[in-house]
């Protein structure tokens, strides 16, 4: 029987909650095991819909390319399960399986309500995992990245409603370069989950302040579920292929500059994603394999190199570089396990960012986008620098002062990161299990001698040049001012103008209520007092007993008042 792979996920989401927790970390497998032999046992071409008001949802559609990224999030899901089997917090358990559902939800959904019900279910679900570290920082991080996605939730569903208004239909289409309003509407909510510069500042702001099983789950599906409605909606358009150029660069140049080992790969992301993108743009049929790919490959190795980050945090109890070093005799396997990751990031051979990485540079240089190509190849440069000799040197060896005393890891933990360096090796070796998956069939082979010798020529090269500057490059507690110093040093004048000033009209407003409510009192109690304070300064508060006239101006005050009605009363 044949079922959307995200009923497996939220079913898991219903029923942990129930179970004791002595079994719940080891039930919460079966959940993202159900989804992936979901996905591996759908043919492509499957299509399950449902009657909804006078609309016919299609919430599972498999396509080739839908497949390939369905497959690699259910099992980064499952994989993220094992590294979490130590965690006892129901929240989180619930949060990740509503984030991966989501994510497959998106991945399957063929019409665009259905695409947004799953991206809002991802949001919520993401955004409890940073606020699940319960810090003052990553609260305030959460509530950042919440707002960051209602505006790109709010940007895609006015897209929608537009596009749903053109057509009369609710079905994906895929639309060409410019064509209307409600795509470009679509493609900037899209944009912002997929942390397109400068709608980023939210990926490196939060990701390293979620919880150390958390930040797995968050490398993997956000963004990459963006990349796959833009390849899905978007090939071909040019605006991406500048965008995702862009965003290689300016990702590696500010990991460079970060101090936090969890930082650095949240800033990594957005350069890696950048490849997609730009592949997304270049819109061949090689470049869109080479997006999948690359989206397939970084969620391995990422994920692995969150892990590893993570278990030296959870060992150690920081994830600052100035703080950290020495740490190689004590912690060799995962010295070993990072390293995977990080020459699998930077695409030395025999690793699987090699065979992803290699087929987008080569869709643009088949293209003819040579400058994009030269940029694209620059960025590696970047990435070895920051990923594959900044971080572990000075994580892992650099000397320093203070003694660090790591505890060890859960066996949970160690197993993950063994099953995906395994498969970052697999793919590296054998990358035709992957390509066999791609949308497109295609006759490219990675392993040529000009790009084997152009790949490890950048490797040692960098190397060379980083090991002649450590000296100078030591980290230093300080911070980067990125894109959201334009924002966060405007707060306090927004907060003045929008909410302080409405604040301070109510606040106004109330006060002279109450003093007409004051001002009415005293009337009903002595008039003359009360216009007595009306028209001169008062110089003490109301007493009544004080304040109180002689019995004597009422009594006048009454007789006058009865002669002038008289007289009224006979003169008419």
């Not at 927790?21 to 499957?46: D, E, H, N």
């Not at 930082?263 to 999948?292: C, D, F, K, P």
């Not at 490959?297 to 993570?310: E, R, V």
Request: charge should be positive; hydrophobic fraction near 55%; aromatic fraction near 14%.
């Amino acid at each position: 029987m044949m079922f959307p792979p995200v009923l497996a996920m939220y079913a898991g989401a219903l029923v942990l909650p129930l179970l004791p927790k002595s079994v719940r970390c080891w039930a919460y497998l079966l959940f993202p095991l159900a989804a992936l032999w979901s996905v591996m046992t759908m043919p492509v071409g499957t299509q399950i819909t449902v009657p909804f008001a006078s609309w016919e949802l299609v919430i599972c559609q498999v396509t080739q390319l839908s497949r390939v990224f369905g497959i690699i999030f259910a099992l980064i899901a499952l994989v993220g399960g094992i590294y979490s089997l130590h965690l006892r917090d129901t929240g989180q358990q619930v949060a990740s399986l509503l984030y991966a559902g989501g994510a497959l939800g998106v991945t399957f959904a063929g019409d665009f309500f259905t695409v947004i019900v799953f991206w809002e279910i991802m949001a919520a679900g993401s955004t409890y995992l940073v606020w699940a570290r319960r810090t003052p920082e990553s609260r305030r991080a959460g509530m950042r990245y919440l707002l960051f996605h209602l505006l790109g939730g709010s940007l895609l569903l006015m897209g929608i409603i537009l596009q749903i208004q053109n057509t009369g239909s609710i079905l994906l289409t895929s639309f060409a370069p410019g064509e209307s309003a409600a795509a470009w509407l679509i493609l900037a909510g899209v944009a912002v989950n997929a942390a397109v510069v400068p709608l980023h500042a939210w990926l490196p702001d939060a990701y390293p302040r979620g919880t150390v099983t958390g930040s797995v789950f968050l490398s993997a599906f956000t963004t990459k579920t963006a990349v796959y409605v833009l390849a899905s909606l978007f090939p071909g358009w040019n605006i991406l292929l500048v965008a995702g150029v862009f965003m290689t660069l300016y990702g590696v140049t500010f990991a460079f500059l970060a101090n936090d080992i969890r930082e650095i790969l949240a800033y990594h992301i957005v350069s890696q994603v950048g490849y997609m993108v730009a592949g997304i743009g270049i819109g061949t049929e090689l470049a869109i394999n080479g997006s999948a790919a690359h989206a397939f490959s970084h969620i391995l190795y990422k994920a692995l190199l969150f892990m590893t980050t993570g278990a030296v945090l959870y060992s150690v109890g920081t994830s600052k570089l100035h703080q950290l070093g020495a740490l190689a005799p004590r912690m060799r396997l995962l010295l070993t396990l990072y390293m995977v990751a990080a020459l699998s990031i930077s695409g030395a051979p025999l690793f699987n960012g090699f065979i992803s990485k290699s087929i987008i540079v080569a869709a643009a240089g088949e293209a003819h986008f040579y400058t994009a190509k030269f940029l694209l190849i620059l960025a590696s440069v970047g990435t070895f620098l920051s990923v594959g000799i900044k971080l572990p040197y000075y994580t892992w060896f650099h000397e320093k002062k203070s003694d660090l005393t790591p505890k060890p890891l859960p066996m949970g933990m160690i197993v993950a990161m063994s099953v995906t360096a395994f498969l970052c090796i697999l793919y590296g070796i054998m990358p035709g299990l992957l390509y066999v998956e791609l949308p497109y069939a295609m006759d490219y082979d990675p392993f040529t001698i000009p790009h084997l010798v152009e790949a490890v020529q950048i490797l040692i090269f960098t190397f060379l040049g980083f090991w002649l500057v450590r000296k100078k490059l030591t980290p230093k507690n300080k911070i980067s001012l990125d894109m959201d110093w334009f924002y966060r040093s405007s707060a306090p004048y927004f907060r003045k103008a929008i909410v302080g000033n409405i604040n301070l009209f109510f606040e106004t407003a109330d006060k002279r209520a109450f003093a007409f409510a004051h001002w009415v009192g005293i009337l009903a109690k002595n008039p003359l007092q009360a216009l007595r304070r009306t028209f001169l300064p008062p110089t003490r508060d109301y007493d009544a007993d004080l304040d109180r006239p002689p019995l004597a101006s009422p009594i006048f005050l009454t007789l006058v008042t009865t002669v002038i009605v008289t007289v009224w009363a006979l003169w008419l």
